[in-house]
């Protein structure tokens, strides 16, 4: 298959591996590209969260930057492996759970990817109707379709188009956020006697912020595993978390600023009413260009959900990825989140911590175990050919990644704090005697870690070692 470099042609690869000659870009290709992708009105509603529960504006600061360090770090850990493999994110997990134990996890990747998509929905939709009267159901469509033809358009456009909209975006952000410390915002304290801490509330803003990016983990190295195999891991890591952390922190803040300070519960009404404060048109061009950011997020999502639509497909009967494949996948996914979107009637702010919560709840097991395997049990070294055969060296099933992931996802239930969700909530009889704090995920990371680690000590491997030195032989030394 050729080689996207440079071409404005539609990307010929999808989940197989990505030879040297056609690795291409830069490292700080990828913080561009993780800045955009927090760099819209999303961000600005997580934001929302602590204020909603009735935390003032410092805590939800804090909580949201602290949630925010602690997420990316796991987020951009994972980019590192795209360039040492090639391959996306979730082909590399069969070699922990499995040629088809994966599929398990793929399901809980799948609903991260429609749940953000369902959640950019109902917020583009209420926002822009909110800001400018448009009609609800043809915002939807509108932003399926253009988010669909950037994911079919595929890699080497999502960077270039998240490099476009970033260079407009940025100049517009930096004057409003100058407004709003300047005081020429219209920002008032009315209100906020209504504000009081509380750790339940401190907890909620910082595991969602958390979970924004922890759920990016799935699909970091799909962005990533275009990069030439030399690629500093160093170097990408930091870049990745300075990317995505310093627009994340920058927009949570001020989410919380307009949540307590003009009292906004639409970021997008919220943005454009600070704007026009400032200066006539900024609220409306800030407006419109985190729309635009956040409807190409979606596509980024869509790209995501289509890799992992054709690995689990791939898992259960060998398919030849195509460009047609490829935009079949998307087109499907488009009309899922649509309707699904369609049917959400909870305001935005409740279906974005509602997302934010179940992602996390799902993701923190899978990314412990990818983790703990990459780092410390494989170090890095994976026979690639082997994760294509369904009776190679990783085998079917692989019980001990599927054992931790299970244990995992049990050892949160008692500690999970489920806001509304279609009428119902659940908090589990551990979190009641918290008061409601939700540290359930901060469980399922530990003893996953935990138990992954352990069963991974009797494990012979001396197989795998012999096809692993095969496959590298092929191909120059990783650094």
């Known amino acids: 298959m050729g080689d996207v470099r440079g071409s404005m042609a539609i990307e010929s690869r999808s989940i197989d591996w990505v030879p040297d000659e056609e690795r291409h870009g830069r490292v700080w290709h990828q ?11 999303f961000t600005v509603a997580v934001g929302f969260v602590g204020p909603s529960l009735g935390l003032p504006l410092a805590p939800t600061i804090l909580a949201g930057v602290l949630g925010i360090v602690v997420g990316t770090l796991f987020m951009a850990f994972h980019a590192s492996q795209g360039p040492v493999l090639g391959l996306p994110q979730m082909i590399q997990s069969r070699a922990q759970f499995g040629y088809r134990g994966v599929i398990a996890v793929l399901v809980a990747t799948l609903f991260t990817y429609l749940g953000f998509n369902v959640a950019d929905q109902v917020l583009v939709s209420q926002g822009l109707h909110g800001v400018f009267g448009w009609d609800p159901t043809a915002v939807a469509i509108g932003c399926a379709v253009l988010a669909a033809l950037l994911a079919v358009y595929g890699h080497d456009w999502l960077h270039r188009v998240f490099r476009w909209l ?41 595991s969602a912020a958390a979970a924004y990016n922890i759920t990016y983990a799935p699909y970091v190295s799909d962005y990533s595993r275009y990069l030439p195999r030399t690629t500093s891991a160093r170097s990408l890591i930091a870049a990745v978390f300075c990317g995505a952390a310093g627009s994340a922190i920058w927009l949570i803040a001020l989410g919380g600023w307009l949540a307590t300070r003009l009292g906004a519960s639409d970021g997008l009404v919220g943005l454009r ?3 026009e404060h400032i200066m006539p048109g900024l609220g409306t061009a800030t407006a419109v260009f985190s729309v635009l950011s956040l409807v190409a997020t979606m596509g980024m999502n869509a790209y995501g ?21 490829r935009a079949m996948t998307v087109l ?24 934010l919560t179940l992602m996390l709840y799902l993701l923190v097991p899978w990314t412990a175990t990818n983790l703990v395997d990459f780092f410390f049990v494989r170090r890095g070294h994976y026979s690639v050919a082997d994760l294509f055969r369904p009776d190679g060296v990783y085998r079917v099933w692989a019980w001990r990644g599927l054992t931790a992931y299970g244990v995992g996802i049990a050892a949160e239930v008692p500690f999970m704090v489920l806001p509304d969700l279609g009428g119902g909530s659940y908090i589990g009889p551990l979190a009641h005697r918290l008061a409601g704090t939700d540290i359930a995920w901060l469980v399922g990371l530990a003893v996953t870690s935990a138990v992954y680690a352990v069963v991974c000590r009797s494990q012979d491997r001396t197989v795998e070692h012999a096809a692993t030195r095969s496959s590298e032989c092929q191909a120059p030394p990783v650094r």
């Open 31 to 41: 913080g561009a590209l993780w800045f955009l992708g927090n760099f819209q009105y």
């Open 166 to 206: 970033l260079y407009v975006s940025l100049p517009l952000m930096l004057i409003l956020t100058v407004g709003v410390l300047t005081g020429q915002a219209a920002g008032h304290l009315t209100g906020q006697q209504h504000h009081a801490f509380g750790w339940a509330a401190f907890f909620a803003q910082f």
């Open 273 to 275: 009413q600070a704007g």
């Open 305 to 325: 959900g289509m890799l992992t639509v054709l690995t689990g497909v791939d898992s259960v009967r060998k398919i030849a990825p195509n460009p047609t494949t």
């Open 332 to 355: 499907a996914l488009a009309v899922l989140w649509y309707v699904i979107g369609s049917a959400v009637s909870q305001n935005a702010v409740t279906t974005v911590f509602t997302a």
